[in-house]
């Protein structure tokens, strides 16, 4: 009964696998060997294009190492208030990018608001010297609330980004949960949305540590700063064969688009347990993840129970399911919410 | 026959094993898990003192972050003009100490000289305004250049930097060869010779990509600053249990030294194949690298037999084995030398 | 009738002829002159508390380098959403601070919310390594719509700020004018009420380009971090006797009270011309500074007449009076809005 | 007698004059004045050329933003071991790139070895990522040692960058005395000989504080970036007339020549003083600096009587003069050396 976080379960076994597998005789070093090469061919078939990839272990490094090819020193990104990479990454847009500005926009459940996004792009002036412009628009899908943009929503934000000469970042740290729950092909919901560079998480969803970072279009001439950068940062491990293997074993045969229809099942019965227990939920659950403000009692008798989950700043709680949630941890759930 | 570079080596097995080991049922993410608590603990043994660790997945990252606790943005790092953390690591100590300098010193076979390090230590002014001073000295061991230094000269070396008010990192990606070649013990050549943070390699020496930072006696204070930036850098993955695991089966049993051990004698084999066909070495082969003059026509046989490796830019090549070299390839190099 | 800002002003007479006083045999470079000596001892009457000083020569910078000593890379700085380290200073505190983050606050008339601040604070976690938690609070008096600040307000903010471990910086670009029309004193306005570091403006008050970084109390500490900062962003400069010159000059004989107590009344008069003729000022006239709402065909009447002044993103206008600032120009502006 | 720095001297009256005269009326702020147009104008004819130009209050500003144009943040800069930039700027050149690194060269008085250079660049290579290439040669004229290249000295230098495609930089903090010198136009030292961004200095040779930032050629496209990297660095003072009156002044009818000659003249007696005095001098005189080994008991004799200087590292000692330095001065040195 862990809900707090999906980061919390375990790796995938066919991941592990394919990591050990991997590890015999000599390779390249530093994503020449054939692991890194053969990810990135099956990630262009998985997305209907040529795109170009650089593998990190860790979904801050991804965001940051991406926006920092988007976003020069002197400028600034627009994402939601409460997007990842403004509340839970310590400032590392801010490091990578040498000081960039993240400029704020509100909307509900985590989406940006599409009139504040028009608004704020209006008066962008890139030509006038005291203020800072901003260079890209974040975008996170699933949203940090748990809810899903579908494609005509990134796209409709991606095109006044771009009419605006703004790249588009996307944070697809919980891109899985969000393509299964829209039923969205992995192209539809990147780059043919207007999408540049794609933080591509596969942690959360079964991986040891495994984010993609993939460039698309005209993004993908920045490939050789960005290798520059990770190497810069230290994210240019020797092994990469080992972060390839990874990759490739979590979209083999659609495993991850499996884990991640399990994580949302199991979210949608965890969510369907609190509503029949009176519970109210705050945000739609489009993904693994549920918020909910709690009847009197419920949090306590959960905690008994054994459940862990975290209380949010807003008066409610979230539980987070993944693809290793068991039906017994829902039905135990349940079981609590109910005695 | 390849001898590119210890990286190029696979992942041992018992260090994957614990990998797959580890991936049971949840646990705290960010490093709270009891894998990379465990790592800690066997360290504290293994270094015979209290401690504490950070774990990263690649060398540069152990390095940049161990020196940007020791030197502010406006400081400088002394070390040898062949420095690892100077010349491949793409300014990645810039990066992390926010723009400190390296300043540079000479010294035979990348062992610092001791009268330049004196000589630079004594004009070195903290007070005054204009000029950058030295905050920390860093030494590798192995050197860059294959080349050890025994305690006594970590101790001197680290005594000067002291007596100045510098703090001393030690660049510890190949310490087990070191290590193994001087008979010293970890303790001997890390804190008790005056090391106040060390890169405690593993990748090169048969993990799948790990590097503890290790921090003794007052460093230990700075920890959590630590932390911050490694959050900050993308170098605090939530999975951070298969880090743990790997660090953990490292040490286990000694296998580290182990392995360190089998590495350094294929080098000692190999290094006794090249001269006694001729080639000359230019560095002591103190660990799992040979630096060598080949005599004519030797590089173009070796190369036509298979052997990799790489030219050096003073004329000579470097050769380096690994845990994972066979006698069968020593065997098959001498040969090719021979014919 | 140049409305546009008091920069637009020349320098007063009186700081003139004080550099070239200044410009006479040689002298100490780079602060250890006694005209800047003189210049730190009058400060220290005027604000009636020992003080160490930096003398810059723009806001941005004495902003900027003030709240580099406050917060480190990896932490935040509170504002106003208005404040123009936000909006006006193309980042410059992200620069100098190695990309710290601005946290922006509410508030009327650009005085920041107390109970915004307070729950901020409420949930301030510098032991969360995974947010960037704020290190310091910077005020702005006069704020940027103009409003005055009274002492108490300072203080009320600055003990809740204390009391979260934060320090404080006022950004008094024109706190001149903050004090004519408050009758605080410079103590009450400053240090009394809490505040560490001071940006204290001279260039929109007559001087050629200079502002005091003021260091109060414990902040007196970071006195050489503060040079060795501005040495290494060149504002250093070699000839720092002809800033102590105007600093000094801009203060004697209570000078700077006078030239912004002429402005204030400029900006008082032209309020009034603007409220007789319809208009409707959205910020209380505290200083020098007035925003108004003009009735229709008002704008075109004054700018027909030659005045100069920037329209503002609310769909108001600004207009800034400063010392040189003449009746007669206040009376071209009436006569012309009537007209 | 003071011999410390050319920086210890006072403005000259005539700059100052122009700065009085500036003081008159408003004017648009953030370099849009009339003055500052002026100063670009009779540069574009002193140099022969048009150009763009940012003016700041310091040398180590021009030289740190000049080389943030030129050289990324994960690059680097080439420059002489003694160079001004490494050795008196605190680390200005990292902070303002953003972490780029100085790699260092060796040159008799501080002129850059053109074989060492020729070597440098030969294995240069922007695409190996682990190292950082270099983007920029940064030259010295005066070079520190007191010491002129003539102008094909710059352009041979100037050629092997831009073969390697490099950017040539040129700190000019004391050019007036090198064109003196050498009898070289503006022109010919500068961008006929390859240079893309010049550091002109006036602060030591008469201003009260300005340095031009002078973009040549295919620079000029740099203008926009460099002044949003001013405005960051708070080196865009909102009264810039009274820079460009400076410089404006400075150029008129060839006071900045006549200055630069008389300091020169000056070093030249001085420099005749101590060698008839059986001193030795280090380097060449070929502006207003003097090196020279003092024989026994002169340094003292000197300091007795009164004189200003400094110690350098080898032993010897530094004499500068300056416009201001009087006949009378060089005389009573002359009169000190012998007693």
Redesign the interface.
């Known amino acids: 009964m862990?809900f707090?976080?999906d980061?919390?379960?375990?790796?995938?076994?066919a991941i592990?696998e394919a990591?050990?597998a991997?590890?015999?005789?000599?390779?390249?070093?530093?994503g020449n060997d054939p692991w890194t090469k053969a990810a990135r061919d099956t990630l262009c078939k998985v997305f209907e294009t040529d795109l170009d990839i650089w593998l990190?272990?860790?979904?801050?490094?991804?965001n940051?190492?991406g926006l920092s090819i988007l976003c020069p020193?002197?400028g600034?990104v627009l994402c939601h208030q409460d997007a990842h990479i403004q509340?839970?990454?310590?400032?590392?847009p801010?490091?990578y990018?040498?000081?960039?500005?993240?400029i704020?926009l509100p909307g509900k459940h985590a989406r940006i608001d599409l009139a504040a996004l028009k608004t704020r792009l209006d008066?962008n002036d890139p030509?006038f010297?005291?203020?800072?412009p901003v260079h890209a628009l974040s975008l996170s899908n699933l949203t940090e609330n748990g809810a899903a943009y579908r494609p005509f929503e990134i796209q409709e934000r991606a095109a006044l980004a771009r009419e605006a000469c703004l790249a588009v970042h996307l944070d697809g740290a919980r891109l899985a949960n969000a393509l299964v729950s829209t039923g969205a092909s992995p192209a539809e919901m990147t780059w043919r949305a207007g999408v540049d560079v794609l933080s591509f998480g596969a942690?959360?969803n079964g991986a040891?540590?495994c984010e993609a970072i993939i460039l698309f279009g005209a993004a993908r001439k920045r490939l050789?700063e960005l290798?520059?950068?990770a190497?810069?940062?230290?994210?240019?491990?020797?092994?990469m064969r080992?972060l390839g293997a990874q990759m490739s074993a979590y979209l083999k045969d659609g495993l991850w688009l499996d884990l991640a229809r399990r994580a949302n099942m199991s979210a949608t019965t965890l969510a369907a347990a609190l509503t029949s227990a009176g519970a109210k939920l705050t945000h739609p659950v489009d993904g693994n993840e549920v918020f909910a403000h709690l009847p009197p009692g419920a949090a306590e008798r959960l905690q008994a129970a054994g459940a862990?989950f975290y209380p949010w700043?807003d008066g409610s709680h979230r539980f987070v399911t993944s693809w290793?949630t068991e039906p017994e941890e829902i039905e135990a759930f349940a079981a609590a919410l109910e005695s």
């Open positions: 862990n707090m976080s980061t919390a379960a375990p790796a995938h076994p592990l990591m050990v991997a590890a015999t005789g000599p390779a390249p070093s530093y990190v272990s860790s979904g801050t490094a991804a940051a190492l020193s002197h600034g509340t839970d990454e310590r400032g590392a801010e490091f990018t040498g000081g960039g500005k993240l704020l008066f030509d010297v005291h203020e800072t942690t959360k040891v540590g050789q290798q520059i950068r190497k810069r940062a230290g994210h240019m491990p020797p092994k080992f862990g700043p290793a």
